[in-house]
């Protein structure tokens, strides 16, 4: 998101929205969320975040912070209806990812993350190189798999009951990289309207977005 977008709109006190003791509360969750994938080799750098929406608030992992060393006093905070920041802090930029969690708040999801995996980016190079040794568009292809235990952590698809079995199928839509993260977010969205009952879409040569209905959703999710 461009730094001179989102309006300002004031809150007396913009610091109460983003201090708890609860280590639930989305300020101290997300913190530990990003150290945990950066453990995990997957926001290495300044690179990646999540946003966890909290009500009619969505809380926003700064942009050009290293992920193991964010704080709660690092976080955006904006208001999801007007999508005008209650709390920005002075000396730090907005995500560009923001655009493209909204997009996955406005289908309903709670909790949305955005990892550099390079498990996810070597997923998109397999698929390219197998399409195009077969002559295929490249474009419009998915990373499809079956008959693997970890994909019954992954949800049917918005609104179904229950998990993927070991049988069926997981497809998880590809888009082509941009030169600017906001730049991916009418790519998204197509995926998603593309593929509705999707909980993720990966970014060739870049990494992944995975969105669940609450935290623990996205979460396991993402892990899988």
Not at 18 to 40: E, G, K, M, V, W
């Amino acid at each position: 998101m461009d730094d001179n977008k989102g309006q300002e709109k004031m809150v007396e006190n913009p610091d109460s929205l983003i201090t708890s003791t609860d280590p639930q509360h989305p300020a101290n969750l997300i913190c530990t969320l990003c150290r945990a994938f950066y453990n995990l080799g997957w926001v290495t750098g300044t690179g990646g975040g999540t946003s966890i929406r909290h009500g009619q608030h969505i809380y926003i992992a700064p942009s050009g912070v290293q992920k193991e060393l964010m704080q709660p006093t690092d976080m955006f905070v904006m208001d999801y209806k007007s999508r005008s920041y209650l709390r920005r802090p002075s000396v730090l930029k907005p995500s560009q990812c923001t655009p493209l969690f909204m997009a996955a708040f406005d289908r309903g999801a709670g909790c949305c993350i955005h990892t550099h995996s390079q498990w996810a980016v070597l997923v998109t190079l397999l698929v390219e190189k197998e399409a195009l040794k077969a002559g295929e568009d490249v474009a419009p292809k998915c990373f499809e798999i079956e008959e693997i235990e970890q994909i019954k952590g992954i949800g049917r698809g918005k609104g179904l009951a229950g998990n993927l079995g070991y049988h069926d199928r997981l497809r998880i839509p590809i888009i082509e990289n941009t030169a600017h993260e906001e730049d991916l977010t009418s790519s998204l969205e197509a995926a998603m309207n593309k593929h509705p009952n999707t909980f993720a879409v990966l970014v060739r040569r870049h990494g992944i977005y995975v969105w669940g209905d609450n935290v623990h959703k996205a979460k396991t999710q993402c892990e899988r």
